[in-house]
């Protein structure tokens, strides 16, 4: 798993291989932290292009409560709401973390508390989407609570858990913010020989924090719209649901 710059993970246990039909690239496009620019722009352009993205919505978020039917919408269009955890803890002791708050510090909590609000979001989620099944994106892809790792006893309760997968260097996460269209597209075209998924992980679209206009996320769209017989563009449940394993 090569990542961008700021990220650096232990080696998980190495397991699966994907592969995808056609020989073609697997691209997760993702979505984080259940921004209203999300539902006003991300989804009407995906859904242009019948693309199935995963939403790694925070039941805590006030655009949870406030549009929750929009976010049962998506879910009954395919698409995947995925879990971030119940509060977004993140470790406040790192590098640019001015804005993690006190109640919000994952370096308060326990590995138990840490897990066990993480299936409490699960609860959460199958009451909006029916769903017992799904993938899990670690808020800040922190790995530790009081210095001992909590993501290994997730994992039998998701299908995946993005950006920890040790997979030999066969897939890339990146998480663009304020970049053109053609860097985006850039990006795509340009992933090593042996890449086989591409995660793309966005924040905000045209609005929100972290974003990426309306028109750079709209091209590449259009891109790989135009590219089908070279991605595989889903839910990231349905594209590691769909690998072959070697
Ligand atoms: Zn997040």
């Given amino acids: 798993m090569a990542l961008f710059a700021g990220f650096s993970f232990p080696a998980a246990n190495a397991q699966r291989i994907p592969t995808w039909p056609d020989n073609k690239i697997a691209v997760s496009l993702s979505y984080d ?14 859904n242009k292009y019948n693309f199935k993205a995963s939403f790694y919505i925070v039941p805590n ?16 269009e395919g698409h995947e709401l995925g879990n971030h955890s119940l509060f977004h803890p993140c470790s406040a002791s790192k590098a640019s973390r001015e ?3 006190e109640e919000q510090n994952l370096d308060n909590y326990t590995a138990e508390r840490a897990i066990r609000e993480v299936l409490t979001a699960n609860v959460f989620l199958q009451a909006l989407d029916g769903k017992t099944q799904r993938t899990f994106t670690p808020p800040c892809f922190d790995t530790q609570a009081a210095q001992s790792d909590f993501i290994a006893p997730l994992r039998a309760h998701f299908i995946a858990i ?9 897939s890339v ?3 663009p913010s304020s970049v053109t269209g053609q860097q985006l597209i850039d990006y795509v075209k340009n992933v090593p020989e042996e890449v086989q998924l591409i ?16 028109a750079a996320h709209a091209q590449l ?26």
Avoid at 162 to 170: E, I, Y
Avoid at 221 to 239: H, T
């Fill in 33 to 46: 932290d259940a921004l209203a620019s999300q539902l006003d722009n991300a989804v009407p352009a995906l």
């Fill in 173 to 175: 996460l990146w998480a």
């Fill in 61 to 76: 978020s006030a655009n949870v409560q406030s549009r929750m039917g929009e976010w049962q919408a998506l879910a009954s």
């Fill in 199 to 214: 995660n793309m992980l966005f924040h905000g679209v045209g609005g929100d924090h972290l974003s990426v206009s309306v």
């Fill in 162 to 170: 993005k950006g920890l997968d040790d997979d030999n260097g066969r």
């Fill in 221 to 246: 769209l259009d891109y790989l719209a135009a590219n089908k017989e070279r991605y595989y563009v889903d839910s990231y449940i349905n594209i590691m649901n769909k690998q072959t394993k070697e």
């Fill in 99 to 101: 804005w993690v708050s």
